[in-house]
């Protein structure tokens, strides 16, 4: 029996390397993979090692063998049998090594560099796909230029967060000409939707100088429509009431010598469909050049999702994350960011009107996100 260790860089290369040495007739004993070379235990080549054997003697002439030099023959056969031995040895290693790699699969390995880099990013809750694909950039164009600072690599590590999410840039509706621009907003209740909507009919009314009205059909709070027709006395911009998707129509008829029109509804929670279907009749009625889904930076991600999931039939032009004072973990935004169905358009941070408001450019949510806590 004559058997041969060969060493390739993957199985096929390995299998032509046995049938070139040993033939048809090898059986494979083992095959083991491992990894090899690289810098600082970055970018290791993997190899595969497959030992094989074969019977080097036909029936036919290991008979003429055996009538010529039986002792011959024996000696041969006690070194195969001491080599296969050997081999089973290795194989129980072998086996080993693949019950300890079954134990940790799934677990991230990095070099302590990558690994603080990776740490990082999961306590910010960045998803975990996400954050090794990150994580694994960054060390890779780390490792071209050695010898640099830890600065040097939060800035890779910053070009790499905000490279995924650049897609996510809000881009505004377009103003029609001769028509007001519609802009709904719908989300979870308790989000900051009317603080929201106050917010940015300010800057269009005060700053803008634009001429605007706002609507409500949260008749379920009488305190969100007394807010909004605070505001709206202090803006100088009327504000309506609405009970029926009917009324809505109507409403929006009469208020076309408009700029901006902004609408208020009443928080629906993700989890009751018959609710949902009222507000989709609402937005049916308004015609919206814009819906913006409102959401609480403060919510996990797995609810969003849920979120997202339930408000997804409602043509959703926009997200806005609100409360981004209240929270110091941004990765759930960062995630949905990631996704590119929806952009991201404005960020709010406090109750000030109309100050605590910004467009959410990614860069703004990558900064967040490298802030040390």
């Not at 030099?69 to 195969?80: D, F, W």
């Not at 809750?125 to 780390?142: F, M, N, P, R």
């Not at 969100?224 to 009324?247: D, R, S, W």
């Not at 919206?288 to 889904?293: K, Q, R, T, Y």
């Amino acid at each position: 029996m004559r058997v041969k260790r060969v060493v390739a860089r993957d199985i096929q290369e390995a299998m032509m390397k046995i049938k070139s040495e040993l033939g048809d007739d090898a059986v494979i004993l083992h095959t083991r993979y491992f990894k090899e070379g690289g810098f600082l235990g970055l970018f290791r080549k993997k190899y595969v090692e497959v030992t094989a054997a074969v019977d080097t003697i036909s029936n036919e002439a290991s008979k003429e063998h055996n009538l010529v030099s039986r002792g011959c023959l024996e000696k041969e056969q006690t070194n195969a049998e001491n080599g296969v031995g050997s081999e089973f040895t290795e194989m129980k290693t072998m086996m080993q090594e693949m019950s300890s790699m079954i134990e940790n699969f799934g677990q991230t390995q990095f070099s302590k560099t990558g690994q603080n880099l990776y740490n990082r990013l999961k306590k910010q809750g960045i998803e975990d796909k996400t954050a090794q694909k990150v994580v694994e950039s960054t060390l890779e164009e780390y490792a071209k230029e050695p010898f640099q600072t830890a600065d040097e690599l939060n800035k890779k590590l910053f070009t790499n967060l905000l490279k995924p999410i650049n897609k996510a840039k809000y881009v505004p509706a377009v103003e029609k000409f001769n028509r007001p621009k519609i802009r709904t907003f719908i989300g979870p209740t308790g989000v900051g939707k009317t603080t929201t909507i106050a917010k940015l009919a300010a800057i269009d009314a005060v700053i803008e100088k634009k001429k605007v009205a706002m609507i409500t059909v949260d008749t379920y709070r009488i305190a969100a429509v007394e807010q909004l027709k605070t505001i709206g006395e202090i803006m100088n911009v009327p504000v309506k009431v609405i009970y029926t998707p009917e009324n809505l129509k109507e409403c929006l008829q009469k208020m076309l010598e408009n700029d901006v029109i902004y609408i208020d509804t009443a928080g629906r929670s993700h989890k009751n469909t018959l609710q949902v279907n009222e507000l989709k009749s609402y937005i049916d009625n308004a015609n919206s050049d814009e819906i913006f889904l409102t959401l609480s930076s403060t919510i996990k991600y797995l609810d969003i999702k849920d979120i997202l999931k339930t408000y997804k039939d409602l043509n959703i032009s926009s997200l806005i994350f609100t409360k981004l004072d209240e929270t110091s973990d941004y990765g759930s935004i960062y995630n949905v960011a990631c996704d590119d169905r929806y952009s991201i358009s404005y960020f709010t941070n406090g109750q000030n009107i109309p100050d605590d408001i910004e467009v959410a450019e990614p860069i703004k949510l990558v900064q967040m996100l490298m802030k040390e806590q």
